[in-house]
């Protein structure tokens, strides 16, 4: 079967929510799983082989800086010593490729660090970075059955 190019999925056709409300100024989230393996010697191979015992979830959010929500959670973090979780949802849905709505759900989600002031006079839209990481995920049931 040839590629076509509406098959091709838009990044712009998704959503995130942030303990269920919708974080409308998102302009980039990327998540990622990494594996820890360790390296496990084998007697007659020249080549290390490597074994899988866990793994590690981080990721990056990119904001239009519309609000002082990350400023208030640090802000929060620092006077209290309370170290907040949330559940982030990412939603992908691009209508004309046809593939379905993917949805994954990260769970235990804790802030790195989120950038407290920043000015910059040839910016004409400030953005914030905001590094995090993960403790869990999950996938909807009909796209779990497709690996099992």
Do not use: C, W
Not at 51 to 71: D, E, W
Not at 136 to 144: A, H, N, Y
Request: charged content about 30%; cysteine-free.
């Amino acid at each position: 079967m040839a590629l076509r190019s509406r098959d091709v999925i838009s990044g712009k056709e998704g959503r995130l929510f942030l303990d269920g409300e919708e974080m409308a100024h998102i302009k980039t989230f990327e998540a990622t799983v990494e594996k820890n393996k360790e390296e496990v010697p084998i007697m007659g191979r020249r080549m290390m082989g490597h074994k899988t015992n866990g793994g590690s979830g981080s990721g990056t959010m990119t904001f239009h800086k519309v609000t002082s929500q990350f400023v208030k959670i640090m802000h929060g973090y620092v006077k209290t010593g309370i170290d907040p979780y949330f559940t982030v949802q990412s939603v992908l849905d691009d209508k004309t490729s046809g593939r379905g709505t993917e949805r994954v759900s990260l769970f235990d989600v804790n802030f790195d660090s989120a950038k407290i002031a920043g000015l910059d006079v040839e910016s004409a839209a400030l953005e914030e970075e905001v590094p995090f990481t993960f403790e869990d995920f999950d996938i909807p049931e009909e796209l779990k059955s497709d690996f099992n």
